[in-house]
């Protein structure tokens, strides 16, 4: 009963019931609590507590409910149990979880690591939870031995050194970024804090099942938990506390999903559409203020499922056999070489929090190993080469800032401005520009932070800002404008690019300088303006899709969202067409 539950509780909600049955017994299950392995019973559906010599008598209530006419009518949904304030859904449990190994793990390294600085202490910490999560992944995956990391804690001592040839042995086969040598692999950590930490990951004391768990609901968690850092006290003691940024604007909030598969498609799919796999490999996709990595996992996605049908249409060409394969059922599947292939050649990002592009990584390569190994020939060949290098696509860096800045403003030195330089890197971002002129497509979900309770923290930088960018040089701008006006300077000529983002700049005084920009540039393709309609669970924040060409455009595209529901189902939206002239510098009023 456990396993069913665990199983189901890690769809976060995408199968909200279990049926166990052995003929003999038949019980139903809501499985949207966590479960606990001392209490099989929790959750039952008692009126779903039947034997068999129920069934004649109860036949009719099980047909009304699990027959499949009755299961395609909703009857599922009528049994899915009620989410209360005190239900722990899994994503809130897992961040709960990951929070509570952070400050265990942070506390211990401080103590037993005096020499750490603040910086090390959060990225050794990060560094441990992402190796542990993955070969929890690896393993519920079938990739690797069951229990390979729970064998190790049972030890009665060094466990951190006996996890050390895990660690090495996953750097030969898999040869991404996460086993790579690190530092932290010469931190001291005790026994006891480890072996709690990974008994809690593990069956039967986790509720978690991490090959059911999605690569896109683990990058929100993540979001959540990377708005807290580690911070040392006098006395060398870690605590975790909030950010600045992350306090003054009231939480971290992901953007929802079906918003990143409509970004992505009117960006990322309007600019592939009837290519081929040759072609498709020369175009580059960014997310300049990458987070989690949830827009990049959304379009490294969409060019899999668009791989997956161009090869089934074109199955019989040999010049693509070692791209797919086909399985058990006939269907085509993408070989592991081919989807590090993807990865390496499209996907590109970059964020100000170091911890963030880890996760970031991490994420996709859980996105690449998703479906497990299938392809038992592609990963005999690929040992060592699985996972491809990613430190050169996903990189830590403010994205306003370059070093030419800081140079012809007099603040060069300043390291705590992170600036980071698209150009001067001759086989990463600098190489994008010298072959093509920028990126093909930019997408994201910027951040929205105003001027003045950033200059509480980060008055430089903001003075900086106003110097760098037309967009920043009036009023009390939000720092989305500079990265709406940065993404077009990153962006070739035959760029799309596509942001959620606040609709205060069409009528903010703020917002003039980015109005001209757009308009002079004939740059607006499309918007989707959700009106006062709150997109971000939790927060009061008023959103627009905006969809920018770096081509000028012959009509813009304006759609105004009634109901959130109706536009997420089937895009219904009042909506009209106009020419690109009719914006100007003035409030855009539509």
Known sequence: MFQAKRYAYSTNGQAPIVIITDFQE???????????????????????????????????????????????????????GKISKNTKTLDSEFLSQIIAWRESLAKNIAIRNEKLTVDEINEAVQRVLDRLVFIRNLEDREIISEN????????????????????????VNYNGLLFKPHFSEALEID????????????????PFQFDVIEPEILGRIYEKFLGSKIRLTDSHRAKVEEKEEVRHAGGVYYTPQFIVD?????????????????EISKIRILDPACGSGSFLLGAYSYLMAYHIAFYTKNA???????????????????????????????????????????VSILSLYLKLLEHGIEDDQGWLFLKGKVLPDMTGNIKHG??????????????????????????????????????????DCII?????????????????EVELYKKIFKSGAKGNFDIYVLFVEKALSLANHDARMGFILPHKFFNAAYGEQLREILAQGKNVAEIVHFGDLQVFEGAT??????FLSKKPVADVSVAKVASLENWQAHHEAESARFKPETLTSGEWIF
């Open 316 to 358: 019989a060409s040999k010049k693509y056999k070692d791209d797919f394969f086909q399985d058990a059922s006939g269907d085509i599947k993408l070989t592991l070489k081919k989807k590090g292939e993807i990865l390496a050649n499209n996907i590109w990002g970059v964020d100000i929090d170091r911890e963030a592009t880890e």
């Open 262 to 278: 409509y970004i992505v498609k009117e960006t990322v799919g309007n600019r592939i559409e009837g290519l081929t796999p040759e």
């Open 444 to 460: 994201g979900n910027p951040p929205y932070i105003r001027i003045q309770e950033m200059q509480k923290w980060a008055a430089e």
């Open 541 to 546: 924040t008023y959103t627009c899709l905006l």
């Open 26 to 80: 038949f019980r139903a299950f809501n499985s949207l609590q966590r479960p606990v392995y001392e209490n099989p019973n929790q959750g039952l559906l008692k009126e779903f507590d039947l034997k068999y010599t129920d069934y004649i008598s109860r036949w009719s209530f099980l047909y009304e409910h699990f027959s499949k006419e009755a299961v395609l009518a909703g009857s599922l949904d009528a049994l899915r």
């Open 148 to 171: 390979s990391l729970l064998n190790t804690a049972t030890r009665k001592e060094g466990i951190y050194k006996n996890l050390m040839p895990l660690f090495s042995e996953l750097n």
């Open 398 to 439: 403010n994205s306003l800032i370059s070093r030419e800045d800081l140079f012809q403003n007099d603040m060069f030195g300043k390291a705590d401005l992170k600036q980071f330089d698209w150009q001067s890197d001759a086989d990463g971002f600098g190489k994008i520009f010298s072959e093509s002129g920028g990126f």
């Open 191 to 206: 026994d006891k804090v480890l072996k709690e930490t990974i008994q809690a990951m593990c069956y039967p004391h986790s």
